[in-house]
T-cell receptor, first 115, second 109 residues
Framework: DTEVTQTPKHLVMGMTNKKSLKCEQHMGHRAMYWYKQKAKKPPELMFVYSYEKLSINESVPSRFSPECPNSSLLNLHLHALQPEDSALYLC??????????????FGSGTQLSVL | KNEVEQSPQNLTAQEGEFITINCSYSVGISALHWLQQHPGGGIVSLFMLSSGKKKHGRLIATINIQEKHSSLHITASHPRDSAVYICAVPVFGNEKLTFGTGTRLTIIP
């Protein structure tokens, strides 16, 4: 199994809602990533978990809260988002987080719209 | 100036043509990633290379570390190759990739 599975594929939420994005992989990878991608722009790194510990937070607003319950799962909890947070949210994983010599495996993303 | 520059930004070609996409970077690296993103979002890792050349099917990637330049070639291009191709390099440690702005490729039947 070489898949990274993201749910839901699409999400529409209001600015007062609380929702969560989920990501799952069963490749035994110990590094997992959240990226945000606006239309026609490259992905922007948000968070990196390495061995279930948060290792990088790219100064992301606190309305985004990541969680790594175990080595296979990664969640992104959303609360009080703004319309400008509408984007494609991509999850990725790699063997142990050394992008220098590891292939990244991406999920198909969650297209988020904030109304 | 972006640390990773790609050219061209957009490329339209006829089916069967040989395609070349270029990536130049300004930082010292030990590996470079080529990624493919189809409309609808999913990203696929095509290659990760640190020297020389790699081939997978009709795709060939080359890198020249001294010149800080990499190319992605597609032979016998097909409409299903239409996608955005992105090169990315690890900087500031090993966990973070810096992405190029992507090359939008359209292959016309």
């Amino acid at each position: 199994d070489t898949e990274v599975t993201q749910t839901p594929k699409h999400l529409v939420m209001g600015m007062t809602n609380k929702k969560s994005l989920k990501c799952e992989q069963h490749m035994g990878h110990r590094a997992m990533y959240w990226y945000k991608q606006k239309a026609k722009k490259p992905p922007e790194l948000m968070f990196v978990y390495s061995y279930e510990k948060l290792s990088i937070n790219e100064s992301v607003p606190s309305r985004f809260s990541p969680e790594c319950p175990n080595s296979s799962l990664l969640n992104l909890h959303l609360h009080a988002l703004q319309p400008e947070d509408s984007a494609l949210y991509l999850c990725a994983s790699s063997q142990d987080g050394t992008a220098t010599n590891e292939k990244l495996f991406f999920g198909s993303g969650t297209q988020l719209s904030v109304l | 100036k972006n640390e990773v520059e790609q050219s061209p930004q957009n490329l339209t070609a006829q089916e069967g043509e040989f395609i070349t996409i270029n990536c130049s970077y300004s930082v010292g690296i030990s590996a470079l990633h080529w990624l493919q993103q189809h409309p609808g979002g999913g990203i696929v890792s095509l290659f990760m290379l640190s020297s020389g050349k790699k081939k997978h099917g009709r795709l060939i990637a080359t890198i020249n570390i001294q010149e800080k330049h990499s190319s992605l070639h597609i032979t016998a291009s097909h409409p299903r190759d239409s996608a955005v191709y992105i090169c990315a390099v690890p900087v500031f440690g090993n966990e973070k990739l810096t992405f190029g702005t992507g090359t939008r490729l359209t292959i016309i039947p």
